[in-house]
């Protein structure tokens, strides 16, 4: 599903450690219009349970977060 | 609970008393998250927490002040580890570790908090008592506060945390 929605922004998260991916997620979600989506790539394990939170927390949404070759790939739209 | 009043509960109150490398590394990391997820954070530093919103500069007045300046001077990047501190040896070991896996640096976790609006205040009364004057903080602290005030914070904070 992701591979074939096009994000408005792609943000490489890989090598950051906690709390590092999700700050950047909410750093740069302001970036995308509402009803707009970031792809984001981490390798941080952490970062599957903390960027749903943040969306949950936020009022945004993950639309999808998988496990692709030891990557963590995330779908987030923003929502408000 | 309506969604008004529980939109209106993201605060969190931190009180940070201790100086030491990991819990500086704990307080700082949650502030910077609760940040991310659109809480606003106040943290209040007190007693050996002071030294993590200092800068690098020479404080004290009296003889023990100056002693105190000496002994426990330096700014965020002095802090030692509560366990295997070794004179610092624990410090360039923990420092090179947390390196190696990338993990960021204190005074860059306490700026981008600064960064993220985080709002840091100190402790007037333990200020006054090791004679750490406001002109000592970095840019971006607040200006001096007492219980009173921190109390008054908390009580409109959902999380309240003692560091």
């Given amino acids: 599903m992701s591979e074939e929605m096009k994000a408005d922004l792609d943000l490489d998260l890989k090598g950051l450690l906690c709390p590092m991916p999700m700050v950047k997620v909410s750093q740069n979600i302001a970036s995308v219009p509402v009803g707009g989506t970031i792809r984001a790539v981490a390798t941080d394990p952490g970062s599957m349970a903390d960027i749903p939170a943040w969306a949950k927390s936020t009022g945004n949404e993950v639309i999808s977060a998988e496990k692709v070759d030891g990557e963590f790939v995330f779908m987030v739209k923003r929502l408000k | ?163």
């Fill in chain 2, 1 to 163: 609970m309506s969604e008004q009043e529980i939109e209106k509960k993201k605060k969190m109150s931190m009180v940070v008393m201790s100086g030491d490398m990991d819990k500086l590394f704990g307080a700082f990391i949650i502030a910077n998250g609760a940040a991310a997820m659109g809480t606003d954070v106040t943290m209040f530093f007190t007693f050996w927490g002071l030294r993590a919103i200092k800068k690098d500069v020479r404080t004290g007045t009296t003889f023990f002040g100056k002693m105190l300046g000496l002994m426990y001077g330096g700014d965020i990047m002095k802090a030692n580890p509560s366990k295997f501190s070794f004179l610092g040896m624990g410090r360039w070991m923990f420092g090179k570790m947390m390196g190696n896996h990338n993990v960021a640096k204190l005074d860059e976790l306490r700026d981008l908090a600064v960064t993220l609006g985080v709002k840091m205040y100190g402790c007037q009364m333990s200020m006054d008592v090791m004679e750490i004057p406001q002109s000592a903080f970095i840019d971006g602290v607040q200006d001096p506060v007492g219980v009173g005030f921190f109390i008054a914070e908390a009580e409109e904070s959902g999380i309240q945390l003692f560091i």
